[in-house]
């Protein structure tokens, strides 16, 4: 029994130990950040709150980037961005409160952000009609989108994108996982490093050019305190969004669908992604102009396969050229 208390004792001071170097990490790293920030974004006012962008290229045709929900913003487009801007105008951007994006003032409601959306494009774009590249969960985003403004799209390209379907039907065990965490845990694993040491993990993971994990640690790392506050806050709208994006079309818009085929660890996730590729397969009713392109990827196709969103953009540009540049 001795042992026993003598094992925990080594334990808990280990466990002590642990918390207060990863304290030490955290504040350190903070004023890492903050000595070498260097504010180079370019910004446009959406209801009186600086919205961060990032335009290249000055091709005929426009084409805008809707991120998921994470707290990378335009990053994750980063080179679908480089190569598409040879062939056209491009525009990614961070929604309010994710990395260079000021706080919202208005709730992270569907409509808010398709209007968010509308609104930067207009003023950085003249409300030139565009296509809409988006991921996850800007999959609900452009169907509230489409709802008010389908008058300015040219074309949708799926990337992985949710359905507004996939909350009511997703199995409880998952939607257990996606609970949100009370302030404290939230708070605790901030303080100690823990959130920043796991998003770290998660961008040596996702990103594979060593340069491009050296830039996107960078501007993450920066922002990353409040870029996580707006993320769960979307997080929390998303039984919203799925609701309010529900009865969209896109009549006549084509639309292109990239799913992928995920790899699955256990029945809970077999279940899942079933119904998220059945799903997906519904979303080409969207649009009578429609088809879709199964991808050997994970979640993330524009950061594993960033050929095939890239190739996708330029066959629909190719495919309805003569629509989409009047």
């Known amino acids: 029994m001795h042992i026993v208390w003598l094992i925990l004792k080594w334990l808990l001071i280990l466990v002590v130990i642990l918390l207060i170097v990863g304290m030490i990490y955290e504040q350190y790293m903070r004023y890492v950040v903050k000595r070498n920030f260097v504010d180079n974004g370019t910004y446009v006012e959406v209801d009186g709150q600086k919205m961060h962008y990032l335009k290249k290229g000055e091709g005929k045709v426009t084409v805008v980037f809707e991120s998921g929900l994470d707290f990378a913003g335009h990053l994750s487009w980063g080179n679908v961005q480089d190569e598409i801007s040879k062939f056209a105008t491009t525009i990614s951007y961070d929604r309010a409160g994710i990395l260079r994006s000021q706080k919202a003032s208005n709730p992270r409601t569907c409509e808010n952000i398709a209007e968010e959306l509308h609104a930067l494009v207009q003023k950085v774009e003249d409300n030139k009609p565009f296509i809409l590249v988006v991921h996850s969960l800007g999959g609900l985003i452009v169907r509230c989108y489409a709802k008010k403004h389908a008058d300015t799209l040219r074309g949708v390209v799926f990337v992985d994108a949710s359905h507004p379907e996939q909350f009511d039907k997703m199995p ?12 404290w845990v939230i708070s605790f694993f901030s303080i100690t490093g823990i959130s920043r040491f796991a998003t770290n993990k998660m961008i040596d993971k996702l990103y594979k050019n060593r340069n491009t994990i050296s830039h996107v640690k960078s501007l993450v790392n920066t922002y990353l305190l409040k870029s996580n506050k707006a993320a769960l806050e979307e997080m929390k709208m998303f039984e919203q969004m799925s609701s309010a994006s529900k009865g969209a ?13 995920q790899k699955f660890k256990n029945e809970d996730e077999k279940n899942f992604f079933e119904l998220f590729n059945k799903l997906q397969n519904k979303s080409l009713n969207l649009s009578t102009n429609s088809k879709q392109i199964f991808v050997d990827s994970g979640h993330y196709i524009q950061l594993e396969k960033p050929e095939v969103v890239i190739e996708a953009v330029r066959e629909m540009i190719e495919e309805n050229k003569n629509d989409i540049k009047k």
């Open 172 to 183: 409880k065990s998952i939607k257990n996982k996606m609970k949100i965490p009370s302030d």
């Open 249 to 261: 079309s896109f009549l006549d818009i084509p639309l292109t669908v990239l799913t992928a085929k």
